[in-house]
C-alpha cells in the first residue's frame, strides 16, 4: 500500500490550494478515501472522506464548506480543494482508504500546507 501526496504550498490566507493523493498497492475503487492533517505539535485529524464510487462526502466541521474532497477511480486519485484557507489549516496533509478510522497503518509523505500572510 502506497500514497503519495503532492500540491502544498505556502499561500495567504483567504488563499486557495488543490491537493492531490496517488494510491497503489490496493483495489482502489472499493475503498472510501479521506484525506487527514497533522498540525505541529496535535495529533492527526480526520479532514474529509468521500464513499467508494464518490455518492457520498462527509467533511470534519471545521472545514465543511471551504474543503471539497474528489476523486478519479480511473486514476487512483483523490484530491482535496481548499478555499478561504486559514492560518488553523496550517498542517501536513495525508490521505489514506477508510473514514474517520484509517483502513491501512501505512502512511505517505504527506504535503505540507502553510497559512500565512
Known amino acids: 500500500v502506497q500514497f503519495v501526496e503532492s500540491g502544498g504550498n505556502l499561500v495567504q490566507p483567504g488563499g486557495s490550494l488543490r491537493l492531490s493523493c496517488a494510491a497503489s498497492g490496493f483495489t482502489f475503487s472499493t475503498y472510501a478515501m479521506s484525506w487527514y492533517r497533522q498540525a505541529p505539535g496535535k495529533e492527526r485529524e480526520w479532514v474529509a472522506g468521500i464513499s467508494s464510487v464518490g455518492g457520498m462526502r462527509n467533511y470534519a466541521a471545521s472545514v465543511k464548506g471551504r474543503f471539497t474532497i474528489s476523486r478519479d477511480n480511473a486514476k487512483n486519485m483523490v484530491a482535496l480543494q481548499m478555499n478561504s484557507l486559514k492560518s488553523e489549516d496550517t498542517a501536513v496533509y495525508y490521505c489514506?482508504?477508510?473514514?474517520?478510522?484509517?483502513?491501512?497503518?501505512?502512511w505517505g509523505q504527506g504535503t505540507q500546507v502553510t497559512v500565512s500572510s
Open positions: 489514506n482508504a477508510g473514514w474517520t478510522v484509517p483502513s491501512f497503518g501505512s
